[in-house]
């Protein structure tokens, strides 16, 4: 999604927060934000931004 996004962004995607599936405990998941482009682990409480990918 990093790629796409700093590549010329054809996926669309926007300035939020978006969740990974990558876990990081109990009730933390790696996200990351665009706006700044961090990666972390954030609190699974939080609403964020899903954005389905699919290898072929």
Do not use: H, P
């Not at 933390?28 to 682990?41: K, V």
């Not at 931004?49 to 290898?55: D, I, L, M, N, Q």
């Amino acid at each position: 999604m990093c790629v796409v996004y700093n590549n010329g962004n054809g996926a669309n995607l926007n300035t939020n927060f978006y969740w990974s599936s990558t876990e990081n405990g109990v009730n933390i998941a790696w996200g990351q934000y665009f706006g700044l482009g961090n990666q972390d682990g954030y609190d699974k409480d939080f609403t964020y931004y899903v954005r389905a990918v699919r290898a072929f």
